[in-house]
T-cell receptor, first 110, second 115 residues
């Protein structure tokens, strides 16, 4: 069964304290893995798409990596404005399904 | 307008009402999606339209009725809803290509409350 698990469920960091968010997935074949940021009451904002194991993408303080079983979202020297829920989703090779995790709620304390 | 827009942003309706949610994408995409987001649950994919044809219906109750008149517009018609249908309804669009690019871009959502 295709599924996505994100951990931790919630994370509190001091400003400048780097950390990583995990997305573990089980899918018959991966077409793409997606990271989104979601602020309260808003729609998810696209961050990254990863297609194959070993791939890495960066944007400002964020870096996403992908293996055959999981993806990490590394946050370097976070700032309070990075506080949000980060969502991971996978799109299998066949069909039109997208499977989302429940997200990691990140709080960065000044 | 840019990106994906949704109206209304907030909707309160009784169980006997009929209402519609509207989504419009300004990205030149050819696939559109409806999702339901409830607290503490993953986003649930409800419907998928590709080139204006419905290609996915994830066992959604018939009180939700989608409509896609063209590649830029998507509607979700609601009737006789239940209180458990209260949630954030998100619209997304993507550019389906022959290989892999299926990145979805989301609208701001409609917060629906069913009394």
């Amino acid at each position: 069964e295709d599924q996505v698990t994100q951990s931790p469920e919630a994370l509190r960091l001091q400003e400048g304290e780097s950390s990583s968010l995990n997305c573990s997935y089980t899918v018959s074949g991966l077409r793409g893995l997606f990271w989104y940021r979601q602020d309260p009451g808003k729609g998810p904002e696209f961050l990254f798409t990863l297609y194959s194991a070993g791939e890495e993408k960066e944007k400002e303080r964020l870096k996403a990596t992908l293996t055959k079983k999981e993806s990490f979202l590394h946050i370097t020297a976070p700032k309070p404005e990075d506080s949000a829920t980060y969502l991971c989703a996978v799109h299998p090779n066949t069909g039109n399904q997208f499977y989302f995790g429940t997200g990691t709620s990140l709080t960065v304390i000044p | 307008e840019t990106g994906v827009t949704q109206t209304p942003r907030h909707l309160v309706m009784g169980m006997t009402n009929k209402k519609s949610l509207k989504c419009e994408q300004h990205l030149g995409h050819n696939a559109m999606y409806w999702y339901k987001q409830s607290a503490k649950k993953p986003l649930e994919l409800m419907f998928v339209y590709s080139l204006e044809e419905r290609v996915e219906n994830n066992s959604v109750p018939s009180r939700f009725s989608p409509e896609c008149p063209n590649s830029s517009h998507l509607f979700l018609h609601l009737h006789t809803l239940q209180p458990e249908d209260s949630a954030l309804y998100l619209c997304a669009s993507s550019k389906k290509r022959s290989r892999v690019e299926d990145t979805q871009y989301f609208g701001p959502g409609t917060r629906l409350t069913v009394l």
